[in-house]
């Protein structure tokens, strides 16, 4: 993130090292806090409420769940449009990986309320944005509050959910990345460069948008 050596690039490259660093030693708490009421290390059995409550909570900052999704948007605004692919899609494999085998032992109420909070606020914070990066930011919130309210019924669906959402995100970016926009005013004039790079973009967008 912080290659570039720009001050807005350091910045998220800070934010995304401290969110990070904070979320995984709360996971860490967690197994330990379990381990301490009831001799259990295994993360994927934990059986404390106090422990379910913090693994959740934790996995909600890794991802950027709402209320935890403040950094996420930062982060992908001060990075260049390759980083952001891999922000946006690859570095959200190993929470999701989580989310997946601690599923049974998540708190679903804690977990139900965060993801439809995500879905509502990513659709609405999306609207004020000039920003195509940060409205992929809010995009991918979104999505990840979709895949986080139905972990608890099939997991399969969230991992399904999250191959098709990452291949639609990686084609965004790769577009964007060809016609080198980064604001709404450049795609405006962009079509006059790549007509058909532009419609693929048009049908890439409708498809994660879930028309």
Same mark, same amino acid.
């Given at each position: 993130? !912080?290659k570039?050596? $720009?001050?807005?690039?350091?910045? +998220?490259?800070?934010k995304y090292f401290? /969110?990070q660093?904070a979320? !995984?030693a709360?996971?860490?708490?967690?197994?330990m806090?379990?381990? =301490?009421?009831?001799g259990? =290390?295994?993360?994927t059995?934990l059986? $404390?409420?106090?422990?379910?409550l913090?693994?959740? !909570? +934790?996995l909600?900052?890794?991802?950027?769940l709402?209320?935890?999704?403040? *950094?996420f948007?930062?982060v992908?605004?001060? !990075?260049?449009l /390759?980083?952001?692919l891999l922000?946006?899609t690859?570095?959200?494999?190993?929470?999701?990986?989580l989310l #997946? &085998?601690?599923s049974?032992?998540?708190n679903p109420? @804690?977990? /139900?309320t965060l993801?439809?909070?995500?879905? %509502?606020?990513?659709? *609405?914070?999306?609207l004020?944005?000039?920003q195509?990066?940060?409205i992929? %930011?809010?995009?991918?919130?979104?999505?990840l509050? =979709?895949?986080?309210?139905i972990? %608890? #019924?099939?997991?399969?669906?969230?991992?399904?959910?999250f #191959?098709?959402? +990452? &291949? &639609?995100?990686?084609?965004?970016f790769?577009?964007?990345?060809?016609?080198?926009? @980064?604001k709404l005013?450049?795609? &405006?004039?962009t079509w006059?460069?790549?007509p058909?790079?532009n %419609?693929?973009l048009l049908?890439?967008l409708?498809?994660?948008?879930g028309l």
């Amino acid at each position: 993130i !912080s290659k570039s050596h $720009h001050p807005r690039a350091v910045e +998220a490259a800070t934010k995304y090292f401290l /969110t990070q660093a904070a979320a !995984s030693a709360l996971v860490l708490f967690s197994s330990m806090t379990n381990a =301490w009421q009831t001799g259990q =290390w295994d993360i994927t059995q934990l059986t $404390h409420p106090t422990s379910c409550l913090i693994l959740t !909570s +934790a996995l909600a900052i890794k991802l950027g769940l709402v209320p935890f999704h403040f *950094w996420f948007p930062e982060v992908l605004q001060g !990075s260049p449009l /390759t980083t952001g692919l891999l922000l946006s899609t690859i570095m959200k494999l190993p929470p999701i990986a989580l989310l #997946y &085998m601690t599923s049974p032992s998540l708190n679903p109420t @804690l977990l /139900t309320t965060l993801a439809i909070l995500s879905t %509502a606020l990513g659709g *609405w914070m999306g609207l004020n944005q000039t920003q195509i990066r940060k409205i992929l %930011a809010f995009s991918s919130i979104s999505h990840l509050g =979709w895949m986080a309210i139905i972990i %608890a #019924y099939s997991p399969k669906l969230t991992l399904l959910n999250f #191959y098709l959402y +990452a &291949m &639609m995100t990686t084609t965004v970016f790769l577009t964007l990345n060809t016609t080198k926009t @980064l604001k709404l005013s450049t795609l &405006m004039t962009t079509w006059t460069k790549t007509p058909p790079l532009n %419609a693929m973009l048009l049908l890439t967008l409708l498809s994660l948008a879930g028309l």
